[in-house]
């Protein structure tokens, strides 16, 4: 690039599938340089960057976001506890506005980019109901929780939509020498993750060689605009999971410093966000290539 | 409402298809009035509101808009020429800020909605293809280029999507009286409006027979996250195409005033909005039920 100075600095945050997508799309993007890559246990001091992507666990991501916010840094997570995330913001909204800096929250695809889709199909038909159907693709909660259970070496638990927002959970699991199947299967059944959808456990030799980072989302809404009814909407991804979330919390990071530059300082969710301030270039370009 | 004085009072300036579905969305609004409806040669100093949408022919609405803006009335239009959207704003924006109001341009659903999709599914996958295929629906432009032809009574150009953003022109036609058909068929495929596209010239005997509001989008884009090629998107929708229009500008209305009340004066089109302002309610509300 011809003007360094220019660069957005962004650092990374933790190593792992999302970290490492993250830092191809900084890589890749024209205004953007990495401004270092850290571990989580690395001291957030050392830290120097304008923007922070916490590709750390979900749990983690509250006590890193304050700590860089109070230090003016803008952060960006991908929070997914989706009954959470308005506590999360309240708090960090807090420490950023004090600080002057800007955190960017649920940064992901659902929460996320499919936020963004759901806010807006809304405003285009106000009545009627929006349905996620997600996957097929790996959920990493389930596949944690199926693994959590005992005699279960390691476990995949496979999001299956079924349309209307009902899934059918697929889970294969390795059991642990001596471990009995059926006494194992009854415990995921009727683990809190698994009683309350159509569950399928499936013994197999091994998960690593069925393990694959695709995913997918079919979002739909039928809806009304005004008083007129069967308005009909859809939304279809199929992706690699950790490198469009990595790539997201990249857009993000440009957004949440083009709003601390206007003084928008706070805790924001996707939805809060102009799609303009997540492309790289100028507006005249941007609108006339988009609008 | 509990609170009159809350309601965000909007007027309709011309009242074909789109202005009565403007009328409809607000009746179904639960934070709006509807503050009158004007007809494009009233006297626009009577006009008293918060927000005017701009139902008139697109090629009157920098008019229309300059003028309240100059008054400090927010606009919002459905301007919908490509090519000019950029003049237009750049024209307005001045005035606007001048004068502390906000006008939302080119707020339909293409330009508009769809423009928020392209934006979005460009941060997901910066590199890449986003085609954007039309109909099977009307297209007002062509169905009033072909009934300028001499010869031409009436006459509906469907626009039908053969992919890739390519389009078939079908031209249903009802030929004036001692009109020639194959001359009237010729002068149609030369014109500037279809000899760029696959186009079919149909006699009928009532064009008014055929017509339909029905309209679609099928927005595809694939591209690249990071260095993670084949990210594929898909957008759809089937809709009645005044209906949608109108929903759009009334949620683009609320927008505006919120805009407006927090001091970001100027000329926006709907990239440069955030979805959650199109929405009623809070934002606690709206994150908890849409992130």
Redesign the interface.
């Known amino acids: 690039m011809s003007n360094l100075k220019s660069q957005i600095r962004v650092a990374i945050l933790g190593y792992g599938n999302i970290g490492r997508?993250?830092?191809?799309?900084i890589?890749?993007?024209p205004d953007m340089e990495l401004a270092g890559i850290f571990h989580h246990n690395d001291c957030l001091d050392c830290i120097d960057a304008d923007v922070v992507l916490l590709c750390t666990p979900t749990r983690e991501v509250q006590k890193f976001a304050t700590v860089l916010a109070a230090r003016g840094i803008c952060t960006v997570d991908s929070f997914d506890i989706?009954g959470q995330?308005?506590n999360l913001?309240e708090n960090l909204d807090a420490v950023c506005t004090a600080n002057k800096s800007v955190s960017i929250i649920?940064a992901g695809?659902d929460?996320g980019?499919d936020?963004?889709?759901?806010?807006?199909l809304?405003?285009?038909?106000?009545?009627g109901i929006t349905y996620t159907n997600f996957g097929p693709g790996r959920s990493m909660g389930h596949s944690v929780a199926a693994k959590a259970i005992q005699g279960v070496k390691n476990a995949l638990s496979m999001t299956i939509p079924l349309g209307t927002g009902v899934h059918r959970r697929m889970v294969y699991i390795e059991l642990e020498e001596g471990a009995d199947f059926k006494t194992v299967e009854a415990a995921i059944l009727a683990d809190d993750y698994f009683a309350h959808d159509e569950t399928h456990v499936i013994p197999v030799e091994s998960v690593d060689a069925l393990n694959n980072v695709a995913h997918g989302v079919n979002l739909v809404r039928s809806g009304?605009?005004?008083?007129?009814h069967?308005?009909?909407?859809?939304?279809?991804?199929?992706?690699?999971n950790p490198?469009?979330t990595?790539?997201?919390m990249?857009?993000c990071a440009r957004a949440a410093i083009r709003m601390k530059e206007c003084g928008e300082w706070g805790a924001k969710?996707?939805?809060?966000?102009?799609?303009?301030d997540?492309?790289?270039g100028t507006?005249?370009s941007?609108?006339?290539a988009?609008?």
């Open positions: 997508a993250a830092e191809e799309a890589n890749a993007a989706h995330i308005w913001r649920s695809w929460p980019s936020s963004m889709v759901r806010a807006l809304m405003a285009m038909a106000p009545k009304v605009s005004g008083e007129t069967n308005q009909r909407f859809e939304f279809n991804m199929t992706i690699n490198a469009l990595g790539q997201v990249v857009s969710t996707m939805i809060e966000l102009r799609p303009i997540l492309l790289p507006k005249e941007l609108i006339k988009l609008v």
